[in-house]
């Protein structure tokens, strides 16, 4: 991985980046989870002690339930401490409690130094160090996301991701502070280098999608459901390079992931069209502002349940309404659900079945019509990698034009810490 240093600033200069780098919170198969991990990294070369350092859990209510002090500890130069239960590989600090200490469902784990923190004290991102928001069931908690890791989905623990190994969340995109999205799922390594790879996750139950075609028109942005009517569904593409392009060897399928076989049930070539350079050709209904190209329908053109878009290049391959989904010439693809009642099942082996066809190694994205008042979209932000789940985010909808990312939360190139 490609690290940054951080540097906390006290009375007097301290190297001291220490960040969270992984997370473990579930066991495949097993009726207690008492493997249960947290993993800290030192970014800097030289050992920190952690006195003044504390972790904090935090659930949805935004109370503090679990905490853990540090003082005493030391972590070595870009080395790790591991926080567990006993019997966890590597591990230092360990949780006194047998079964399940980090809850599953809408948690936090928040690093702070320099400040007192207690049980059921409301968190906040006050001397702040790192923070990691995560759900095991596709669930973001607005108010928790917005206090600790604003503009961001939750990391999803899917603990069916992997199917001999157990996964864990592992930062692989980078050393930023308080960023959901540079984590990702990949085989379990407390105490050792993250075992990250290009674009996807760890080992996956089979080989992730390479795209089979040209890479600089990826699918962008996707708003599948929407308040009232479905009206305002669309699909954006944008393109990577500094040229206008031909769309003429493009088609869009729209798969049915909740079949017992996944099929396609539209398929939209874009013969004829172009898109400019460094541009978005967006594909809507007659409502949506800036749309290209309009669907046939006047609206729920794109379904709610368990479903995914993809983009193909080339015509070698006769595309229609009704065959199963095929890989062959695919440069991109998404697959999403907006229906929380899917998520229930999202260990089902039909989900399963559906994503290891389409986007194996990734996992499923919620759009949850419930994230913000507006009308909100799965957006690219970051990473313009093909077939990269983790790089979507639920933002305001912007068909068309820059998505609303803003900024990868803040690098702790500097963090003030005290006076």
């Keep these: 991985m490609q690290l940054l240093v951080a540097v906390l600033c006290l009375v007097s200069f301290v190297n001291g980046g220490v960040l969270i780098n992984e997370v473990n919170t579930e066991v495949p198969g097993a009726s207690v989870n008492n493997a249960q991990y947290i993993e800290l990294y030192n970014t800097d070369s030289e050992d920190v002690v952690l006195n003044n350092y504390s972790i904090a859990l935090v659930g949805s209510n935004e109370k503090i339930y679990k905490v853990f002090y540090l003082d005493d500890y030391t972590i070595k130069g870009n080395g790790y401490l591991v926080l567990g239960h006993d019997g966890v590989k590597n591990v230092m600090l360990v949780f006194k409690d047998d079964g399940a200490v980090i809850r599953v469902q809408v948690n936090a784990i928040v690093l702070y130094y320099g400040r007192k923190i207690w049980l059921r004290q409301t968190a906040s991102s006050a001397l702040m160090v790192d923070a990691i928001v995560h759900d095991n069931g596709g669930r973001n908690d607005v108010g928790l996301l917005a ?106 399928v729209l798969y049915a992931g909740n079949r017992a076989t996944p099929s396609a049930y539209n398929v939209i070539p874009l013969t004829g069209q172009t898109i400019g350079a460094n541009g978005y050709f967006v594909i809507g209904s007659s409502q949506v502002p800036n749309a290209d190209m309009n669907f046939a329908q006047a609206k729920n053109n794109l379904q709610n349940q368990i479903a995914g878009v993809a983009l193909y290049y080339g015509k070698e391959t006769p595309f229609n309404i009704g065959m199963p989904v095929t890989k062959i010439n695919m440069v991109d693809a998404i697959a999403y659900t907006t229906r929380s009642s899917t ?45 990269r789940s983790n790089s979507y985010q639920l933002l305001a909808a912007t068909p068309g034009k820059l998505n609303a990312c803003g900024y990868p939360p803040k690098s702790i190139d500097k963090v003030i810490i005290g006076g």
């Excluded at 050792?192 to 942005?221: K, L, S, Y």
């Design 147 to 252: 206090l600790l890791t604003p503009q961001q989905n939750a990391v999803h623990e899917d603990s069916d991701f992997l199917q001999s190994d157990d996964e864990s969340m592992s930062r692989c995109g980078g050393t930023t502070q308080a960023a959901n999205y540079q984590f990702t799922l990949a085989v379990s390594t407390p105490g050792e280098v993250n075992d990250c790879t290009t674009g996807v996750t760890g080992r996956p139950r089979i080989a992730p999608v390479e795209a089979q075609g040209p890479t600089d028109i990826i699918i962008n942005e996707v708003e599948a459901d929407n308040p009232k009517q479905d009206e305002q569904e669309f699909i954006e593409l944008k393109n990577l390079g500094a040229m206008e392009k031909s769309l003429d060897q493009y088609t869009l």
């Design 343 to 387: 998520l229930k099942g999202y260990k089902g082996q039909k989900l399963q079945n559906f994503m290891n066809l389409f986007v194996p190694g990734q996992t499923l994205i919620f759009e949850d019509p419930a994230h913000t008042k507006e009308n909100e979209s799965m957006s690219r932000c970051f990473f313009t990698d093909s077939f």
